[in-house]
């Protein structure tokens, strides 16, 4: 890559950076907002904190077989039959 392509995606990335910078805070600000809101509402319904439980963990015991499906033929699908001559 050429040293002027390399300059010309250092200030692409800067140029970004300046866009998308403050939109991002702005987002994040609108979100802290309205969590603020939402627990003040249910602060003044008086609901109880939400139990905090850990999800259970899969445990697969069993190993999973994928059956092969065969044509009437007993020649399983994923073999290539080859013609008779």
């Known amino acids: 890559m050429a040293e002027s392509n390399h300059d010309m995606v250092n200030l692409l990335t800067q140029q970004i950076?300046?866009?998308f910078s403050p939109l991002?805070?702005?987002?994040n600000n609108s979100y802290?907002?309205?969590s603020t809101q939402m627990?003040?509402?249910?602060?003044?319904?008086?609901?109880?904190?939400?139990p905090n439980?850990?999800?259970p963990q899969n445990q697969?015991?069993?190993p999973v077989e994928i059956p092969v499906e065969r044509p009437n033929n007993g020649v399983p699908i994923y073999q290539v039959q080859q013609p008779v001559v």
């Open 39 to 50: 627990e003040r509402i249910a602060n003044f319904f008086g609901t109880r904190p939400a």
């Open 17 to 19: 950076g300046i866009v």
């Open 32 to 34: 802290q907002a309205l």
């Open 24 to 27: 991002i805070q702005d987002t």
């Open 53 to 55: 439980t850990p999800a």
């Open 60 to 62: 697969n015991v069993w």
